[in-house]
């Protein structure tokens, strides 16, 4: 790996004269820093999965690598820090899929309202040929896809009333993502999407800006929307993957041996993550109850899947169906 200071000149004077000062004083001088944000907060699942990552990735290069969490959007929301690692200000992110398609069009596929039944279905496609393609189409876009990681499937809150059936979203001012497929499908529900930066939303739930949002329980937990937000309805209208992903910058110096130790952190990272959001989609609801929210449990999902179907046409009209179909007919449907 070239020395730290050859990403910015500036900079790395700053560091050289520093080390030089510091070599003395400490040989971690030498080991380079790598910030992982992220727009969650420091107990989230994604934290769980930063906390694998960083033990990984110190342990596989001896030190030579130290990582630096920057949780709760601390480096902005999802779209801009992704911003941030095309021009390199940041090092890696791990976001959900919810801006990405700005980025990488071939990832809204992903978004589709209903397009996975279960966690095993969409870990199965992410992890297989399919997501290892997406994978690559990201690398393609200024980006560094380092691994498919998860969010979690998506459930309603809003503040007004219990969500059964699509009728009850009618009218509601719901925070979505930035996100135009999220935005089709709320508003084939007849809500009023509202797109909004993950770090802005508790914020304007509590202002009533709007009425309610969609998240995994891990998120609305974590993030302690319960605070903000009267009733649950366990929708599992999308299933949101995340992403771990690293700057082209900081790639750009790192030999091919240290590549693989960032990968090898990073499926650390998933794991870890996967396991945090499957524990809380069943113990965090009981915990959401016991912090005074009402959950609608026993959703019939087929009105749903019926009224978000213009979101599908959106998608198809623009991007055709040939990835659709693929991730459909793949084995992991046929299990
Ligand atoms: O990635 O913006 C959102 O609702 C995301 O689910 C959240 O930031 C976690």
Redesign the pocket.
């Given at each position: 790996m070239k020395p730290p200071f050859a990403r910015h000149s500036l900079t790395g004077a700053l560091i050289c004269a520093t080390s030089v000062a510091l070599s003395a004083v400490s040989l971690d001088a030498d080991a380079q820093s790598v910030t992982i944000a992220?727009?969650?907060s420091d107990s989230s699942s994604?934290s769980k999965g930063v906390d694998a990552f960083k033990a990984t990735l110190e342990k596989l290069s001896d030190g030579q690598f130290t990582v630096t969490e920057q949780p709760a959007g601390a480096l902005g929301?999802?779209r801009s820090m992704i911003e941030g690692l095309q021009i390199g200000t940041i090092d890696g992110v791990i976001?959900?899929t919810?801006p990405l398609g700005n980025f990488v069009p071939e990832t809204y596929v992903l978004d589709l309202p209903f397009l996975f039944d279960d966690y095993q279905q969409a870990r199965c496609v992410l992890d297989g040929p399919i997501g290892q393609e997406l994978l690559d189409k990201i690398d393609q876009n200024n980006l560094v896809g380092l691994a498919w990681t998860e969010?979690g499937f998506?459930h309603m809150t809003n503040s007004q009333r219990s969500i059964r059936t699509p009728d009850d979203v009618e009218g509601l001012k719901l925070r979505t993502?930035e996100n135009k497929v999220h935005m089709a499908a709320f508003k084939a529900m007849g809500a009023h999407p509202t797109p909004m930066?993950?770090p802005e939303?508790f914020t304007a739930l509590q202002q009533g800006t709007v009425d309610g949002?969609?998240?995994?329980i891990s998120?609305i937990l974590t993030s302690n929307l319960w605070e903000a937000q009267d009733y649950l309805s366990l929708t599992g209208h999308v299933y949101?993957p995340?992403i771990m992903l690293a700057s082209p910058v900081l790639w750009g110096e790192l030999s091919d041996e240290e590549k693989d130790w960032f990968r090898e952190a990073a499926k650390a990272g998933t794991q870890a993550t996967r396991a945090d959001v499957s524990r809380l989609e069943t113990d965090g609801v009981k915990t959401l109850e016991d912090h005074g929210m009402t959950v609608i449990r026993d959703i019939d999902k087929a009105p749903f899947r019926k009224a978000v179907q213009p979101a599908y046409k959106i998608y198809t009209d623009e991007y055709g169906s040939e990835m659709l179909d693929r991730i459909h007919g793949s084995a992991c449907f046929n299990r």
């Open positions: 992220h727009a969650t994604y929301g999802e976001t959900s919810g969010n998506r993502m930066a993950f939303l949002q969609e998240n995994p998120v949101s995340a």
